[in-house]
T-cell receptor, first 114, second 113 residues
Framework: DTGVSQNPRHKITKRGQNVTFRCDPI?????LYWYRQTLGQGPEFLTY????????KSRLLSDRFSAERPKGSFSTLEIQRTEQGDSAMYLC????????????FGQGTRLTVV | DAKTTQPNSMESNEEEPVHLPCNHS???????IHWYRQLPSQGPEYVIHGLTSNVNNRMASLAIAEDRKSSTLILHRATLRDAAVYYC??????????????FGGGTRLMVKP
């Protein structure tokens, strides 16, 4: 499968714990995006990387959230001190190029904070 | 940021055409109109996009009003696999434009056999 891969697919954690999600974009895609989606809502943009540089961050991305993309390949999204409000689907997408190209989304990681 | 308005839900019969409307009355001259859809338990999937002219691809057609304040996604023959939430999104173009997609609530399309 050469699509966007996200791991794990599901994560249940206790409030206050740290969690880390991984996204493997389509090979050679230089752009990578993270979104969050709560039940019944459309996805909300969190952050964007072009190669290894994090170029945009949403105001939704609080200090407890951090994203990295070392070497411009895979990316990780870490949430520290999780809260129940962090429960959501976390989606990763990638695209190629400098102008507009379509974004390809992964299937997401569903986080449940109990 | 310019906003889009879509009906919450629509129903269609299988093998009939479907017209999904989107209003974007505050669209600016550099905004592109994108459509994505999200099947159950999947991430969103690109459908089509356009700026001013109508567009066709293997999945759908996009009809853009002359004043660009509205657009319509056309599925020519709906199948059960087209049942999904369809999002109409405005994306800024031009140098220095952002790269994120701002999703609204979308239209949930139900297809009846």
């Amino acid at each position: 499968d050469t699509g966007v891969s996200q791991n794990p697919r599901h994560k249940i954690t206790k409030r206050g714990q740290n969690v880390t999600f991984r996204c493997d974009p389509i090979s050679e895609h230089n752009r990578l995006y993270w979104y969050r989606q709560t039940l019944g809502q459309g996805p909300e943009f969190l952050t964007y990387f072009q190669n290894e540089a994090q170029l945009e961050k949403s105001r939704l991305l609080s200090d407890r959230f951090s994203a990295e993309r070392p070497k411009g390949s895979f990316s990780t999204l870490e949430i520290q001190r999780t809260e129940q409000g962090d429960s959501a689907m976390y989606l990763c997408a990638s695209s190629l190029g400098t102008g507009f190209t379509e974004a390809f989304f992964g299937q997401g990681t569903r986080l449940t904070v109990v | 940021d310019a906003k889009t308005t879509q009906p919450n839900s629509m129903e269609s019969n299988e093998e009939e055409p479907v017209h999904l409307p989107c209003n974007h009355s505050t669209i600016s001259g550099t905004d592109y109109i994108h459509w994505y859809r999200q099947l159950p338990s999947q991430g969103p999937e690109y459908v089509i996009h356009g700026l001013t002219s109508n567009v066709n691809n293997r999945m759908a057609s996009l009809a853009i009003a002359e004043d660009r304040k509205s657009s319509t996604l056309i599925l020519h023959r709906a199948t059960l696999r087209d049942a999904a939430v369809y999002y109409c999104i405005l994306r800024k173009g031009g140098l220095g434009a952002g790269n994120m997609l701002t999703f609204g609530g979308g239209t949930r399309l139900m297809v009846k056999p």
